[in-house]
């Protein structure tokens, strides 16, 4: 029986709504002689375990003492209809505003960059020792610092993350294959100091700003705040910021790009090596949007990817790989028959425009050989004069000269560019100069176009890396800008000088979003212009628990991939077109590390963000969600009650703003609530309308502590200790806990820890606890298992929750939710307890989950069990322990089936063959990567992953392989959900030598549900 969830076995335990006590008996015999289960005797055990464990759960929880005090307030707030197109507009333009403020600082570097190199006269024998990233503070065997390596003090910021820094100077990066004293390189770090004032002065104007720095088209890469550069263990730093997407978007415009790769038999050995090396690094500098095809030739054409002949395709990370996949494939032979290659590639080229798609204005063809026999003059007279809207680069590889001048002729031509490559260790130099080339008419034009990059993750910078051990790996977005020359006697030849930009972490663009007026469910999300998703909370760019790892198309999730119902693309479409509107849908939104569902209709609205390519969504869910209210209190009440030790309040959400000022970075956001309430932080920026709400929950849920408390010093009330933890969280992510065990008793540790992510308000969603509870009938209880991460512990408590409505309607919203923790052994015994009631008035039961014929199960709505005379099965799908008693509750209806859809897994696959020219991506690494390949390899197959299958036995013996890794796949899956309209039903299976009975029933009453099955 296929399961629910992940499509790979699950780890032990379950979260779920107490929804189902299901029993089922295999009587064999006895059912032939006609004996059955009464079906009143399963209700009766259902009422009597149901009864009991709400009654525990709302004593506990304080569950009606907190309803009753909301109640208390009912007239003195006001409910509020939220307008979902207003609220849009209006977080766009704090993100505009936000954005903008990142572009004004980018702005103010171009200017002083291009004022300073105005300034400069170049001197060929310029000294100047500057600080280079990688020798700062380094001494030589006699104590004395290296030259380029003077002392440059660096001290724990607690803005970069406690990275040691200096926030007066920067540093200047130089790759490995590049001479530090090189000429050029001295005289743009000579005159670029002046970006040191800048820098300093934009980090004062806006303390939120992160790194910021000066990619030169030379080759250095300056960087503010200065950090110290560690080399690889091979002592290599092969960072080369003239390969990153920001540099190459901020410094050419979207292009065409047809890639002719010479294969004729005189090609064999290295040169084809190297032919391939510059194709890959050709790959690297375009970006998505940009459109390309390779195409070999020789006396025939092959096209490099077959199924894509004629056209041109977009240059996202998932198309580059896939050519390069096939690059290895290619092999000499044969005559070179280059002009059957460029009319094709001009055919190309013109019909690709002609559709309206791609680039439009800039159209290239690059032309890989080790030479030509003609210069081709009649086939560009025929396609590309007198216009010479296709540029032509030509690299000549190998030493050999021959043909050089055939090939620098058919580039001058054709305005274009010529190098020669004779070595690996010449290709990323040479391949570069083509995008000066590109940038020219910009230069010329003086476009200093602002360019936003899609969501990524840097992990090849050293903040990047050791941000990486703490905390994760950092999803970003960057800001860049052009700079060019303006000398009198290099303006007309269009010089480009480098980049300029700086890094906005996607958390900072969360920051902006009000999370507690989008409502439980709600959620608010942004998208390039390419349907790319910037932010959203259904993004997964990151695979494995521990150190986690990228996923290879992390970059470019589409936001089809995530709102999967839209079918039609309606509501992308429009963004992507950055329109304005609203569009509705059902949606089924997992939860429970995706192994569960719920089923709602979503409101999204949608809007441009102005200045940049990104637009933005809102997306709230009907119902409750939709509502919003505003309740009053004084200051002082609320400051009382916020003191209480219990209280806390949502880390990640923005209260009051703690980046601006140094001062403040250190405080919590109760503690900046605080301060700001008595006036002692005149400097403090805060969200009044959310602090006044934040007092409101603080008065109204603080009697509940001193509930506890009374329940906690009645020790006989919890006399075996069950109830180890009580907790409550409203719409303003204000949080109370109490224990009713010593801290050191708790079965479950890490509960509404900062570790518990699913547990504690984020910056995207609320805890599954709230969100589940929430869309139960107020009053009735979620009882949730905890799903373990580990392959091996199962969790040992039950947590249950209920939520708590302002008003008894619909258009009340859910103002917050409590609820319990308790033993799972303690849960469980209560259950056996009253499987052994009966109704004779003897007392003496003729049938109970004690007797040998009878399987007694308790199980969630989601079908995961709960109860099970086998401990071991605990939390396992019951499908797969009972595959044929879960068909029949299909059949009867008593469940349904939902299909899902993950198109961010990770499965496991054979890998057919290595991609030999990816890998000499890096010359310095090419030994090292393939030794890091099987390695890698081989620790894939060890881990244990949440993303494949884990019921489908023959997928389950494939990963057994080690030839198997795990890559990206479309993944469908089930989710089985209990159909709330069955109130009881019974039937029997035929086995081979047995009949099993089931009979379902369900009770409502006391807002609460149980089923059972016998």
């Not at 949440?946 to 890559?967: F, M, V």
């Amino acid at each position: 029986m296929a399961g629910p969830g992940s499509p790979r076995r699950a780890s032990r335990g379950a979260s779920a709504l107490l929804a189902a006590a299901l029993l089922y008996a295999a009587l064999g015999d006895v059912v032939r002689s006609e004996q059955q289960i009464p079906l009143s005797v399963v209700k009766l055990w259902a009422s009597a375990f149901g009864g009991e464990i709400k009654s525990i759960a709302a004593k506990y929880s304080g569950s009606q003492l907190l309803q009753k005090k909301y109640k208390e307030y009912e007239k003195d707030v006001a409910i509020e209809e939220i307008d979902g197109l207003q609220l849009v507009k209006k977080l766009a333009k704090n993100m505009e505003e936000m954005f903008h403020k990142k572009s004004e600082a980018v702005r103010r570097l171009v200017e002083a960059a291009e004022e300073a190199h105005l300034k400069h006269e170049f001197d060929a024998d310029l000294q100047y020792e500057y600080f280079n990233a990688v020798l700062i503070n380094e001494r030589d065997k006699d104590g004395n610092f290296l030259e380029l390596g003077k002392e440059f003090i660096l001290a724990p910021n607690d803005h970069f993350n406690n990275l040691p820094v200096n926030i007066s100077l920067s540093d200047v990066q130089v790759p490995t294959n590049m001479y530090n004293k090189d000429p050029a390189i001295v005289n743009g770090v000579y005159w670029s100091e002046s970006l040191n004032k800048v820098f300093v002065d934009n980090f004062d104007r806006d303390p939120s700003l992160i790194w910021q720095y000066f990619g030169s088209a030379k080759g250095f890469f300056r960087q503010y705040p200065g950090i110290k550069w560690e080399p690889d263990e091979n002592g290599v730093i092969a960072f080369d910021c003239r390969n990153r997407k920001w540099y190459i978007q901020a410094a050419t415009s979207p292009k065409d790009v047809v890639i002719l790769v010479d294969v004729s038999g005189s090609m064999k050995g290295l040169r084809l090596t190297i032919a391939k090396q510059t194709v890959s690094s050709i790959l690297d500098t375009l970006g998505d949007d940009d459109f390309f095809n390779i195409i070999a030739y020789n006396e025939e054409l092959h096209y490099v990817e077959p199924c894509l002949n004629g056209t041109l395709v977009q240059a996202d990370r998932t198309n580059k790989e896939h050519f390069r996949e096939h690059l290895d494939k290619l092999f000499a032979k044969g005559i070179g028959m280059l002009d059957i290659a460029l009319n094709e590639a001009f055919n190309i080229l013109s019909d690709f425009n002609h559709t309206g798609q791609g680039s439009i204005c800039i159209q290239a063809i690059m032309l890989i050989t080790d030479g030509a026999v003609d210069t081709y003059d009649t086939i560009f007279a025929k396609y590309n004069w007198p216009d010479r809207k296709v540029r032509i680069f030509t690299y000549l590889i190998g030493r050999e000269a021959a043909f050089a001048d055939n090939l620098k002729w058919m580039a001058c031509a054709n305005k274009g560019f010529f190098t020669q490559i004779s070595t690996l260790a010449d290709v990323q130099e040479n391949v570069m100069e083509y995008l000066h080339v590109l940038s020219r008419p910009k230069v010329i034009d003086q476009e200093h176009d602002v360019v936003w990059t899609e969501a990524y993750i840097d992990s090849t910078l050293p903040q990047a890396q050791k941000l990486a051990d703490d905390q994760g790996l950092v999803l970003m977005t960057t800001v860049a800008m052009p700079v060019f020359s303006k000398q009198n006697e290099t303006r007309s030849k269009g010089i480009l000088l480098g980049v300029v930009g700086t890094d906005v972490p996607v958390k900072e663009l969360l920051k902006t979003i009000p999370k507690y007026k989008l409502g439980i469910h709600g959620y608010a999300f942004a998208i390039t212009n390419n349907g790319y998703i910037l932010t959203h909370p259904e993004l997964r760019p990151l695979y494995e628990e521990g150190k986690k790892r990228r996923k290879p198309n992390y970059s470019s999730v589409d936001l089809s991939e995530v709102e999967w119902e839209d079918r039609d693309d309606v509501l992308r479409n429009a963004m992507v077109n950055r329109k304005t509107g609203k569009f509705s849908m059902e949606v089924k939104k997992t939860v429970d590390k995706g192994k569960r569902v719920l089923v709602m209709t979503n409101d999204y609205y949608y809007t441009d963000i102005k200045g940049t390519p990104f637009s933005l969504g809102v997306a709230l869910s009907r119902g409750h969600g939709k509502y919003f209210f505003r309740g009053n209190v004084t200051i002082e009440e609320g400051l009382h009650d916020l003191e209480h030790p219990d209280v806390s309040l949502a880390d990640e959400w923005s209260y009051c703003n703690t980046d601006l000022h140094p001062e403040h970075r250190h405080l919590s956001q109760l503690e900046a609530i605080k301060l700001y309430l008595k006036g002692k932080e005149p400097l403090l920026q805060c969200d009044k309308e959310l602090i006044q709400e934040v007092l409101f929950d603080a008065v109204v849920s603080a009697p509940i502590e001193a509930y506890w408390t009374s329940l906690a010093l009645n020790k006989s009330e919890n006399s075996d200790k069950g109830v180890e933890v009580a907790f409550l969280g409203t719409r303003t992510g204000l949080s109370r806990i109490n224990l009713f065990v010593g801290a050191e008793q708790l079965t479950n540790q890490d509960f509404l820890k900062a570790g518990d992510k699913e547990n504690i308000f984020n910056a995207d969603h609320f805890p599954l606890w709230y969100r589940r509870a929430a869309e139960q009938i107020p009053g009735s209880f979620v009882y949730s298992i905890p799903f373990s991460t580990g392959t091996v512990n199962k969790s040992n408590v039950v947590t249950a929750s209920t939520s708590i409505q302002l008003l008894d309607e619909r258009k009340s919203p859910v103002v917050a939710a409590v609820g319990i923790q308790m033993k799972l052994e303690f849960f469980q015994r209560k259950f056996w307890t009253a499987s052994r009631q009966c109704a004779s008035l003897d007392g003496k039961c003729s049938i109970s989950c004690d007797d040998e014929t009878v399987n007694c199960y308790l199980i969630d709505n989601n079908g995961f069990i709960l109860v099970s005379e086998d401990y071991t099965q605990t939390g396992d799908f019951f499908g797969e322990v009972e595959g044929a008693v879960m068909n029949k509750l299909l059949t009867m209806g008593s469940f349904k089936r939902i299909t899902l859809y993950d198109y961010q897994a990770m499965c496991r696959a054979n890998k057919e063959s290595s991609d030999g020219a990816y890998g000499l991506l890096d010359p310095y690494n090419a030994f090292l990567a393939a030794v890091k390949w099987i390695m890698t390899e081989l620790v894939l197959f060890l881990v244990e992953f949440n993303l494949c299958s884990w019921w489908h036995s023959d997928i389950t013996a494939k990963a057994q392989k080690l030839k198997q890794t795990l890559e990206p796949c479309d993944t469908e899956y089930p989710a089985f959900v209990s159909e709330r309209t069955i109130k009881e039903t019974s039937g029997n299976i035929a086995c081979e030598d047995c009949s099993k009975c089931i009979c379902y029933a369900r009770r409502f009453g006391g807002m609460d549900w149980t089923r059972a099955v016998c």
